[in-house]
């Protein structure tokens, strides 16, 4: 069975060319979102398995947003991106929770499918 991934993203040319990798990976993109707020509303109504955050959002950051999804009782697994290479470190995304950080340039060769389906 497919993986529910949340897509989080401010630029839709940006949030359809993802979602295209991730359904051709075998994920199941159940919702896309472009701020917090509307990310928010889209994991209470969907209830994803995994999101994947952009870090920089109109409303907000993906770091605050991925702190608001992992204290949900389903605990998405979280991947971050950017088009910044060091808007994430390694200690952040540990110190979150959260699986990685991939840059965007990255995501195409990134595993997004081990990284986003549940164990």
């Given at each position: 069975m497919?993986?529910?991934v949340?897509?989080?993203?401010?630029?839709?040319?940006?949030?359809g060319l993802v979602?295209?990798?991730?359904?051709?990976?075998?994920?199941?993109v159940?919702a896309?979102a472009?701020?917090?707020?509307t990310?928010?509303e889209?994991?209470?109504t969907?209830r994803?398995e995994a999101?994947?955050?952009?870090?920089?959002l109109?409303?907000?950051?993906g770091?605050s947003l991925?702190?608001?999804l992992?204290a949900?009782?389903?605990?998405?697994r979280?991947?971050?991106?950017?088009t910044?290479?060091d808007?994430?470190?390694?200690?952040d995304?540990?110190a979150?929770?959260a699986?990685?950080?991939?840059p965007k340039d990255d995501l195409?060769?990134?595993?997004?499918?081990d990284l986003l389906?549940?164990?």
């Amino acid at each position: 069975m497919a993986g529910s991934v949340l897509v989080v993203d401010d630029d839709p040319e940006f949030r359809g060319l993802v979602t295209r990798m991730l359904v051709a990976g075998g994920l199941s993109v159940v919702a896309e979102a472009e701020s917090v707020a509307t990310a928010i509303e889209a994991a209470h109504t969907h209830r994803p398995e995994a999101a994947l955050l952009d870090v920089g959002l109109p409303d907000g950051d993906g770091i605050s947003l991925a702190r608001v999804l992992l204290a949900l009782p389903w605990r998405p697994r979280i991947v971050l991106t950017s088009t910044d290479p060091d808007a994430a470190s390694h200690l952040d995304v540990t110190a979150l929770g959260a699986e990685a950080f991939v840059p965007k340039d990255d995501l195409p060769n990134a595993s997004l499918h081990d990284l986003l389906t549940p164990r």
